[in-house]
């Protein structure tokens, strides 16, 4: 079993940047690899950002490729995003998720969310 918890998530400004955290439960951390999916208001939940175990290899959404970051920090069982130039349309409720095994297949294990609103 994995706990998930994201934070950082508030309301920013179009073009700011904010961190996102997700800080994970348990000993086996370096056993999943980790993504991030957002969820915007009437809209289905889509795929943002994954990371390998390693962290050697990630994943984007063409939609945030070039302006979002994903990382890990495996001694503090911890995997980050950070985003930059953000849009209003990044507005969403943003998930980690946990997919067991060194690369990312499907998610096994959510987060509860932090909301990320962004203002034009």
């Known amino acids: 079993q994995v706990q998930l918890v994201e934070s950082g998530g508030k309301l920013v400004q179009a073009g700011d940047s904010l961190r996102l955290a997700c800080a994970a439960s348990?000993?086996?951390?370096?056993?999943?690899?980790m993504g991030w999916f957002r969820q915007a208001p009437g809209k289905e939940r889509e795929f943002v950002a994954a990371?390998?175990?390693?962290?050697?290899?990630?994943t984007y959404a063409d939609s945030v490729k070039g302006r979002f970051t994903i990382s890990r920090d495996n001694a503090k069982n911890t995997v980050y995003l950070q985003m930059s130039s953000l849009k209003p349309k990044d507005t969403a409720v943003y998930y980690c998720?946990?997919?067991?095994?060194?690369?990312?297949?499907?998610?096994?294990?959510w987060g509860q969310g932090t909301q990320v609103t962004v203002s034009s």
């Open positions: 348990g000993r086996t951390f370096s056993s999943y690899a």
């Open positions: 998720a946990a997919s067991p095994g060194p690369h990312w297949v499907s998610p096994v294990y």
């Open positions: 990371i390998s175990v390693s962290g050697r290899r990630t």
